[in-house]
């Protein structure tokens, strides 16, 4: 039985009177790749930043790897994002006027130590071996997308969580973002997909749908 | 062990590679926080060098009072008269470039066409020197060689109704000398001077018969940067004989107006040090509000605060430095404008300028850097990262 | 809708634009304190400059020429023609009243000194702070102490009677030759026809820098009665506040003639020393009145170079302000190019976007030059009482200026970016490709 890597327990999250997020019970086992759907509106972006300690939950647990996230200060938090967590957005956020090589080895300056050779086999590892040195306004949308799933996976991080990867792609770029996706599930690794595109999902292990805030689904 | 001290290495070598690349990709922003930053720092460093200078210039200025300091002899000797190289010494005394003027003074009673008045033999060219203010109708005597001409105070000229050109005749009967001058220009001054009649001294020296002697001697020196006090000491001691002393109605009140247009300098000078970090702050302002997301990606990549707030620091130093290096030059060259338009010469180059620019600029820069990494830090990842 | 859009627009990055708004606020008020002071401070120096005595000089109208060496007159006064103290209060009722710092007449006298029979001594009456009534002021006071406000006394100053002890002061020199003290008594002889000898009391050592240290110092009524000239004296010494020398001065003091009318009265009417000079001499009958120019041209020197300094630094403030405001609105601007190209998406053209621009930057502009003339009053005074001890006039004409200023700053900066605005493509802007 492979461990649990991710576990939350009445995870909620309250502003005011709003609850986006109400008691979410949730484990993934490592190598586990989870996808979460639901309309907007679910909850799912609230969900997105509880998973990847970009915020803290009002009420419940969250344990990632082994630690109590719950109640982290944010520097702490940030800790966290650094060693466990490799994010990967919509609208692939690089620094501009950083090269790719430059992007990739952003994610090891905060972490720890800069090596160039593995950013660089890193960015071979998603088919850019070729293209390190150019900025992202010089590299098309889906090359910017695996640039940051290049930098996602440098720390060797414990859970790989991705927001609606291939959302601003064009269909043969989706493709090449998916495969990816497909040979990272393959190597073993967690993955979380949060979308609201069942052909992405349906490669995943299981899919958490989320409805007003609460898990209506889960295989 | 090699490995680690490889990685410090590359640890530094980033953060220089993030910090120049950033620099660079945002040409026009740095350009305008380098250029406010300058400007603040070239007009703090034309103020603080006429600041320093200033005292220098006015009291160069001041000497439009005339004469300061006085040389004559002992008055508790009781003696009316001192040898003319007693007096030439003493005046050698004064290093050239801080004497304004000097002029011996020899006094003796003449008689005129019609009547009495006190004749001055004196050192023409150090005279006017000395006195600027004498309001001349006519031409002062240019050359100490000159035995035909004489200057005519105003009142006297009127009372003997004489006139530029005329010509006067000057007798005294103890030594029985008698020609007749040519009054080559008549002088206002509204005190003793104006009831006086003016000659060389070796005129006056034959006039008078005085072998020599004079009565006393006043000179204009600049106080600034002078010890006038410590002059007079060391005159005293070469010469016992006589008295040096220096005018103290004069230097009273030097020191309270040079006081006075320091302090307007220096207020003008933080006003508009005030006013530059504004400009920088609202600038850095606009950066930090346009990599908003840039800031919120890399804490979301695991950024630490510290991290965000010493890479904004490193950015706005390095601007403010080579602002203010830019700032001193051009400031200098401006206060080289003010001081040719104010007083028609150069601002000495002081040292001091240099800590009291870049001090003000530095910390300036920094404290308009305080609010815009405030705002950096207080950036939410989850909320920008999720904007359009 | 101009002007609405107007509105929505401004109170967009309100944040900002407070900023920008504090800083031309800022500016402009440094601005309009530097101009208020640069007027005033000609004014303020030649008060300071007050402490280097009087600038006039009168006398009365005279046929015998003082024989005068060191300060000591060899004239017998019995000749002399003498000025009225009563008709000294004059001087203050002349058209430039309000620039007479005061004044202080003098009345000398060659004496000799029980025990120092060969030598003759200088004995000066004067008032020393006396109580003179003029239309409008019944405390007025006036004497050496204003005129003269670099004599020294170790001591204590005498009263203007003399007082029972018969008080004087001895100049610091002639105190020295004697070894006078304070508190001593001195017998003093009257030469002239009918001698007489009268005793004193030291009451103070004086310093003065000049010839009086040379001298003994009386209260005006002393040296009259002593001398049998009751309500007489011989010259005034006047601490007059002047603007310096120029040409239409030096014009009228070459020949009074030589100026028509107009000219004449603007001379009259401007507070050159020559002209006050004038004034007093008209004031008061029968007396000669003039510029002792070691003062009055001295001063103007000074003074002439102090408003110069001040002109040129504050040219320098407003284009380091301007400068700086310029680039601030370059960077309000450039920030907001995604609203341009929307704007221009929505088809808006070059002009309409430009005008609204310019117009936020001209009302930035008004609003921080106007709050700029009142902190900007606010900062004369503070400037002015720190540093001069007295408050700064407030000259209007400052404030059109300022503002125009201000406004002409800010639209500069705006015209700036200008060309950026029209080379904008919407479609850049909006997806973030730049």
């Known amino acids: 039985m492979a461990k649990i890597v991710l576990e939350t327990k009445g995870l909620t999250k309250r502003y005011g009177s709003v609850t986006p997020l109400d008691s979410i019970d949730m484990q993934v086992h490592e190598g586990e790749w989870v996808s979460i759907m639901g309309p907007s509106g679910s909850g799912k972006t609230t969900m997105l930043n509880l998973l990847s300690c970009l915020d803290a939950p009002s009420e419940g647990e969250y344990i990632l790897d082994g630690v109590a996230t719950a109640t982290l200060t944010e520097k702490q938090r940030v800790a966290v994002r650094r060693e466990k967590i490799g994010l990967i957005f919509q609208q692939f956020h690089l620094v501009p006027y950083l090269s790719a090589l430059e992007n990739v080895m952003l994610a090891q300056y905060y972490h720890s130590m800069i090596d160039s050779k593995d950013a660089e086999q890193a960015l071979a590892h998603v088919g850019l071996g070729h293209r390190i040195g150019h900025l992202p306004s010089q590299l098309s949308g889906g090359e910017q997308q695996r640039v940051c799933i290049a930098r996602a996976l440098i720390n060797q991080p414990a859970i790989i969580l991705a927001d609606e990867p291939t959302g601003n792609l064009d269909e043969a770029n989706e493709e090449v973002v998916l495969d990816l996706f497909k040979g990272l599930h393959r190597e073993g690794r967690t993955i979380i997909l949060v979308t609201h595109n069942p052909e992405l999902a349906q490669y995943s292990d299981r899919v958490v749908r989320l409805h007003h805030g609460k898990v209506v689904h889960d295989a | ?388 | 809708m101009f002007f609405r859009m107007l509105r929505q627009s401004f109170f967009r990055g309100r944040r900002r634009k407070a900023l920008a708004t504090a800083t031309i606020v800022l500016s402009a008020s440094l601005i309009t304190a530097l101009m208020n002071i640069s007027i005033d401070v000609g004014d303020k120096m030649s008060r300071e400059m007050k402490s280097y005595g009087a600038n006039i000089n009168v006398v009365p109208k005279s046929e015998a020429i003082p024989l005068e060496i060191g300060g000591v007159d060899y004239n017998p006064l019995k000749d002399r023609v003498f000025i009225n103290e009563a008709d000294l209060p004059k001087i203050k009722e002349i058209f430039w009243h309000i620039n007479i710092v005061g004044f202080a007449p003098f009345l000398k006298s060659a004496v000799e000194m029980a025990g120092q029979e060969k030598r003759r001594v200088n004995l000066i009456g004067t008032w020393f702070d006396k109580q003179v009534p003029i239309t409008g002021d019944n405390e007025y006071r006036t004497g050496i102490k204003v005129v003269s406000p670099y004599w020294q006394v170790q001591g204590e100053w005498p009263g203007e009677q003399g007082g029972p002890e018969n008080e004087i002061l001895a100049g610091a020199l002639l105190a020295r030759d004697l070894k006078l003290k304070t508190g001593d008594r001195i017998t003093v002889r009257t030469g002239d026809k009918t001698p007489m000898e009268e005793s004193f009391t030291v009451k103070g050592i004086l310093t003065t820098g000049g010839t009086e240290e040379n001298a003994l110092v009386a209260p005006m009524a002393t040296v009259q009665r002593l001398t049998g000239l009751a309500g007489k004296v011989q010259s005034v010494s006047v601490s007059a506040l002047t603007v310096p020398e120029d040409k239409l001065s030096r014009k009228a003091r070459h020949s009074s003639d030589s100026l028509d009318s107009a000219e004449y009265d603007r001379w009259y009417c401007t507070a050159y020393v020559s002209s006050v000079s004038l004034q007093i001499e008209e004031a008061i009958p029968n007396v000669t009145s003039r510029p002792i120019w070691q003062v009055a041209a001295g001063e103007g020197a000074v003074v002439n170079k102090i408003q110069l300094l001040m002109i040129v630094v504050t040219i320098a403030a407003f284009i380091a302000s301007g400068l700086g405001i310029s680039s601030l609105m370059v960077t309000t601007i450039m920030e907001r190019s995604r609203e341009i190209g929307l704007m221009k998406a929505l088809g808006a053209a070059d002009w309409e976007v430009f005008l609204l621009f310019l117009s936020e930057s001209a009302v930035v502009g008004v609003v921080g030059g106007l709050l700029g003339c009142v902190a900007g009053a606010g900062l004369s005074q503070v400037i002015g009482l720190s540093i001069f001890g007295s408050t700064v006039s407030f000259s209007p004409v400052v404030i059109p200026v300022n503002i125009a200023v201000s406004v002409l700053i800010a639209l500069s900066g705006s015209l700036m970016p200008s060309r950026l605005i029209t080379k904008l493509y919407p479609a850049e802007v909006l997806h973030g490709r730049r």
């Open chain 2, 1 to 388: 062990m090699a490995e680690d001290r490889r990685a410090d290495t590359t640890q530094t070598a980033m953060f220089l590679r993030i910090l120049f690349k950033s620099l660079k990709v945002r040409k026009n922003r740095v350009f305008i926080t380098f250029f406010s930053i300058m400007i603040g720092a070239s007009i703090i460093t034309a103020l603080a060098s006429v600041y320093f200078d200033i005292s220098a210039k006015m009291s160069r200025e001041l000497r439009a009072y005339g004469a300061n300091f006085f040389v004559g002899p002992s008055a508790s000797r009781g003696e009316r008269s001192v040898e003319s190289d007693a007096i030439a010494r003493a005046i050698a005394m004064v290093p050239t470039d801080k004497l304004a003027g000097a002029s011996p003074y020899s006094y003796g009673v003449v008689r005129l066409d019609l009547g009495n008045a006190v004749l001055a033999g004196v050192d023409f060219r150090g005279l006017k020197k000395l006195s600027p203010y004498w309001q001349v109708e006519g031409k002062w005597i240019t050359v100490d060689f000159d035995e035909d001409s004489c200057m005519i105070g105003k009142t006297l000229a009127k009372k003997m109704e004489l006139k530029v050109g005329d010509p006067v005749n000057v007798m005294r009967s103890e030594t029985g000398f008698q020609k007749a001058l040519t009054v080559k220009g008549i002088a206002e001054t509204g005190q003793a001077e104006d009831e006086q009649i003016f000659v060389n001294l070796a005129l006056a020296d034959r006039i008078l018969g005085n072998n020599g002697r004079v009565n006393h001697a006043m000179l204009s020196i600049v106080t600034e940067g002078t010890d006038i006090d410590g002059l007079a000491a060391r005159m005293q001691q070469e010469m016992p004989g006589m008295d040096a002393k220096p005018i103290r109605k004069l230097s009273y009140s030097e020191g309270k107006i040079l006081d006075k247009i320091k302090g307007l300098m220096a207020i003008i000078a933080v006003i508009i040090l005030t006013v530059t970090t504004l400009c920088v702050m609202t600038t850095l302002i606009t950066v930090v509000s346009e990599r908003t997301r840039e800031i919120g990606l890399m804490k979301a990549i695991g950024a630490d605060d510290r991290e965000i707030v010493a890479q904004f620091l490193a950015e706005t130093l390095i601007i403010g430095l080579a602002g203010v290096a830019a700032g001193l030059v051009a400031g200098f060259a401006l206060a080289q404008v003010l001081g040719h338009a104010v007083f028609g010469s150069a601002i000495a180059f002081r040292m001091i300028v240099l800590p009291m620019t870049l001090v003000p600029s530095i910390l300036a820069s920094l404290l308009a850097a305080a609010l815009p990494v405030r705002m950096a830090v207080g950036i939410v990842p989850a909320k920008v990262l999720k904007e359009d």
